[in-house]
């Protein structure tokens, strides 16, 4: 694919210097009847090119996500954006694309291949192997429930050019596991974690059309028990390996041989496993050529411990490497045999830490100074490259973070660094080349190529890629808000670029320089809001007792001349908490966790107050106040939208977490137009007339498939039937362009892999 992409360029550039020694009036890039608007927009296509042009442009966005956190959950809590920059803050360590748990790889750097040439996969869920197809596509099996937003369960089809293959199709089943593959002919084998396929009794290891997914229950192997791991074939018999004990009602335990045919169990194959389970098989070769089939796993054999070999009847062999722990992957390269796992010595005791190649007849040690720092587990030989991924963060002293690849020629470590967001764990990976100078690989992470941010990132809004230089925030942010060229940063952190600041920051913009001017937070406050208007910036958050030495219970405002604290001060009381201020004409309103407002009890959770002073308006009345906290406030049209953690409105009746104030009327809308069965963290208005609600519930308005995000059409009062398929909290929305962004702490939006960011027209 890269190869193509650069020769693509090449003619591009060859052709462009032939137009361009054409005579200037042969030729209009402006008018697109002409050769040269065709090669144009070829040339902008394939170099990203977005400057100014008459020439189309191309949306190339692929929006990272953010992974990995300390403590807590992982995920986007605030948004804004500045020019063409989406600005994000949240619970994160990382940014990285939201592939899924497969991508197209550069074998060169290990970088992903962008979309714009290979649309992600964005697969939901783990994939544990990958086969080809024999015709440039492959086949994918694992733990997962969707494909570029399609449901698959644990099988599917991918063609060439990175797609789906919409026709090849299995049951739904959601406690599916697969674990190995294999094509024979027309038929695909699929063996895994399954006790019956569709409306069949066939478990743990069945045959399919491979190019309809249609089981084909002329073979069987019922009366198998347990998973099925790992599957190799000769062209004539099926070798099967796992942590059965039966199969076809015969005692074999972990390794059988079965007729490609029917499934008829070979009952003269009998290598003995005396406990434990096979993992892995590789069919080989001895030293003198004669096949072998080498066997690995969690398992103790007469033969040697974890590993050993059999010829095709069974018999065994004398390969033994005897190594101290279990084995997880076993591949072949010339003489060599390598092992990867969670071993930490060889041959009885020699030193050998997680990978090791020995020979290939009689398992003694070639090598042992792979120098892995953690457990290996899988390995893949592609040509001259060993592929590895596992635990590990350094090969032979070079970082890699849980894959790398040894050049086989000196087993030298490549500069192939894919940089995963975490550990990959057993069963691991499978690496197939893509051809081109691509390799395919999957796993049970979701993300790769990742870069450190520490909860805070500015996204290139064209390319979705975060930009260099931006600052460190050493904990939470939970509120920004962008006021000409000033970003303000409100949470629970306590430094920002190495500096001291409690809390609340001020960044100058264009840079994201840290401004020296610091208001002096006491305590450990959490700022949860943040908001301006053509004099002040207002601020909310938990635990707020004081600023420069001033009471400034819940909610306080800094005068934006010189960030002065100003004399507006509403008062919540003491552990009063403003949650989310919005500011509306002449009103400011505030919805937060107190019980008094301006000195006064009896004003619970939801106020307007003046621009002034902060003096309450009775908006609404004492009398008529959620009994619990309001966690989200937004105004549009007269109208106040509220969302929070309450069950009712005093004096009025039951509203489940949000409610809408009318501000002509001065009176709640009934009924109410939404009702969300847990908390409901985030509104938003939006000038077309859309309402956003995130939270934790599980249903709006009763209906269960509205997970975490709705939208209510202001309108009509009534919620539109997108469905975003999102699968946990939604803390901030934003719209940029024509399109939404929703930030939160969900790794599953519109049934597709995003890491706690997506983009979306609502219409997907």
Known sequence: MVAVRTNLIVCCLFFGFLYQCKPAELSNTCDGKTDSYALGSLIRFVTGDRSPSCLPSFDFQDIWGVFRAPSGDIGVYAMTSYRDQIIIGGNFELLGPSTGSAAFLQTTNGKVVPSRYCPYLKIVGSTFISIPDGGGGFYIGGEFFAVQGEERFSVAHI????????????????????????????????????????????????????????????????????????????????YVCGEFSQIRSTAKLGIAKVSLTDGALNTSFNPVLSSGTCLDLYYGTDSQGSPNLFIVGDFNSPSGNYGFAVYPDGTATGWAPIPNGQINSVQQYQNKIYLAGGFTSINGGTPASYLVSVNQST???????????????????????????????????????????????????????????????????????????????????????????????????????????????????????????????????????????????????????????????????????????????????????????QPRNGVFALNLSDLSLSNWNPDLGTGGSGESIQVYGDLVLIGGGFSQINGVGGYQNFQAVDKQNGTRLDIPSSSNLPDGFVYSVTASSSKV??????????????????????????????????????????????????VFYGGSFTTLNGEANRTSFGVLLSYNNKLTPWLSGINNAVNTSMYKNGRYYLGGIFNVALRRNNGGLVRTNLYE
């Open 159 to 238: 063609l060439p050019g990175c797609q789906l293959d919409r026709v090849f199709n299995v049951p739904k089943d959601n406690s599916r596991i697969v674990y190995s593959l294999t094509i024979q002919g027309n038929s695909l084998y699929v063996g895994g974690n399954f006790t019956s396929w569709g409306d069949t009794s066939h478990g743990y290891l069945v045959r399919l059309d491979r190019f309809t997914g249609a089981i084909d229950t002329t073979f069987s192997v019922q009366n198998i028990n347990q998973t099925v791991f790992d599957l190799e074939t000769d062209g004539q018999s099926l």
């Open 363 to 549: 398992g003694t040690l070639i090598s042992n100074n792979f120098a892995l720092d953690a457990y290996a587990a899988s390995l893949q030989v592609i040509e001259n490259t060993l592929y590895i991924s596992g635990q590990f963060t350094t090969i032979k002293g070079i970082p890699r973070i849980s894959m790398a690849s040894l050049d086989l020629t000196n087993e030298t470590v490549t500069n192939f660094d894919p940089v995963f967001e975490g550990v990959i764990s057993n069963p691991g990976s499978s690496f197939v080349s893509a051809g081109n100078g691509i390799v395919f690989v999957t796993s049970d992470r979701s993300s790769m190529n990742v870069v450190p941010r520490n909860n805070f990132a500015v996204i290139d809004e064209y390319t979705g890629a975060p930009i260099e230089g931006t600052p460190n925030f050493d904990f939470q942010i939970k509120s920004l808000h962008v006021n000409g060229d000033r970003l303000f940063v409100g949470g629970s952190f306590t430094t920002v670029a190495g500096q001291p600041r409690i809390s609340f920051a001020t960044l100058d913009l264009p840079l994201y320089n840290l401004s020296p001017i610091n208001p002096t937070l006491s305590g450990a406050p959490d700022i949860r809001s943040i908001t301006s208007d053509a004099s002040l910036v207002y601020v909310g958050g938990y635990d707020l007792a004081n600023v420069n030495g």
């Open 641 to 690: 939208y509220i969302g929070g953690f309450f069950a009712s409105i005093t004096g009025i009746g039951t509203f489940n977490n949000t409610a809408i104030y009318d501000l002509t009327t001065k009176s709640y809308v009934q009924p109410n137009a939404v009702l969300a069965d847990g908390i409901v963290n985030h509104v938003a208005s939006y000038p077309d007339g859309n």
